[in-house]
């Protein structure tokens, strides 16, 4: 069975600081998809990122980047230089290679608060 | 393209009445979901289609619940009776099959009071 454990369930940071979330996975396959999505306070999902299984490469889009390392199953998220626009609750998520990669497995979120 | 688009935004019922969530996808989109987010389960994958043909309902709660999708434009979401229990936000996602996999997108949810 598929698992995606975020262990921090809230931080709060002061705008322009750094912050990591992180994000542990379990699953028996070998090729899989993990996600990240950002639920602002509207209550909408938006997609951030998806990584292949057999890409770990590390990714940077602007102030977000992404951590994938298989051999300690993580794939953590980091903000650099935080924005108040940047409060949410963030899910990590994981989708086997089924006929879709959407059905996803989602973390229990971590809720993010910059604070001026 | 508007993106995933769902009605109503909000729903009150009372308990014991019957409630429909509606849902439009992404034209082009051959892969519908819907998820349902609880503070108890956090976001749960209910039922998903491909080509508008159910595949996996294995996260329909009981029997209460059904999903149907008559055409690759639309999708419904049932419950009938609807118990206070149900109250929680229900998103519609979908997605497009491809040799990369590509990711689902959302719909704003529609968040549903049972009362």
Known sequence: AQKVTQAQTEISVVEKEDVTLDCVYETRDTTYYLFWYKQPPSGELVFLIRRNSFDEQNEISGRYSWNFQKSTSSFNFTITASQVVDSAVYFCALSEHTGTASKLTFGTGTRLQVTL | ?115
């Open chain 2, 1 to 115: 393209d508007a993106g995933v688009i769902q009605s109503p935004r909000h729903e009150v019922t009372e308990m014991g009445q019957e409630v429909t969530l509606r849902c439009k996808p992404i034209s082009g989109h051959d892969y519908l979901f819907w998820y349902r987010q609880t503070m108890m389960r956090g976001l749960e994958l209910l039922i998903y289609f491909n080509n508008n043909v159910p595949i996996d309902d294995s996260g329909m709660p009981e029997d209460r619940f059904s999903a149907k999708m008559p055409n690759a434009s639309f999708s419904t979401l049932k419950i009938q009776p609807s118990e206070p229990r149900d109250s929680a936000v229900y998103f519609c996602a979908s997605s497009l099959w491809g040799p990369k996999n590509t990711e689902a997108f959302f719909g704003q949810g529609t968040r549903l009071t049972v009362v």
